[in-house]
């Protein structure tokens, strides 16, 4: 039996890689239209992503348990299915963007409650765009620093920084304040 695709390029036959790409580098493209179609990302970027992970598992696959198309189409599916899942969620992300960044009076009572909410409101909407936007998911969402780099798709560190800058801005907005029959606030 003839040594696969996959096995020559496990042992570093660089000639195996072209013949491999000639070979199921139409499947993959016509799968990489398939899942993410609508979703504005760049294929031939996910069909490269696609044939790395091929690379890099050309060693595990074993043609005593399927064939080589197998093997690729199951790499293709899983990666795929993580770039569509990635692009669903920063669509969603962009949706809720569009539509949910108003910060909403949680209160109705009194005049003088309902006069800080509005001014809190107004404060929260003059925030830079992503400022607002990682203190929405943290204050409305309930949403980890995690959970928040992952949504928006930023490195952790980033949403920590923007969540600071953000309540940084909104403490300085609001300021200290008098409120009838109150005195100063702290």
């Known amino acids: 039996m003839s040594e696969t695709y996959l096995q020559r390029i496990a042992?570093?036959?660089e000639s195996a890689v072209a013949a491999c790409l000639d070979e199921f580098g139409g499947t993959v493209w016509s799968l990489a239209e398939r899942y993410l179609r609508g979703f504005g990302e760049d294929l031939e970027d996910a069909v490269q992503d696609v044939f790395v992970e091929v690379w890099r598992s050309a060693g595990r696959f074993d043609p005593s348990l399927g064939s080589e198309a197998a093997f690729i189409a199951t790499i293709a599916h899983r990666r795929l299915i993580d770039r569509q899942r990635r692009a669903q969620t920063r669509?969603?992300?962009?949706?809720?963007?569009?539509?949910v960044f108003e910060a909403k009076p949680l209160v109705t009572a009194g005049a003088d409650v309902h006069d800080e909410a509005k001014r809190a409101a107004a404060a929260f909407e003059s925030l830079a765009h992503d400022e607002k936007q990682v203190l929405w998911y943290a204050l409305y969402q309930g949403f980890s620093h995690e959970r928040i780099a992952k949504a928006i798709d930023v490195p952790l560190g980033t949403v920590k920084t923007r969540i600071r800058r953000g309540l940084a801005r909104l403490r300085e907005l609001l300021g200290p304040q008098t409120m009838p029959g109150k005195g100063v606030s702290p």
Do not use: H
Not at 91 to 99: K, N, P, Y
């Open 91 to 99: 669509r969603a992300v962009q949706l809720e963007d569009d539509r």
């Open 11 to 13: 042992r570093g036959d």
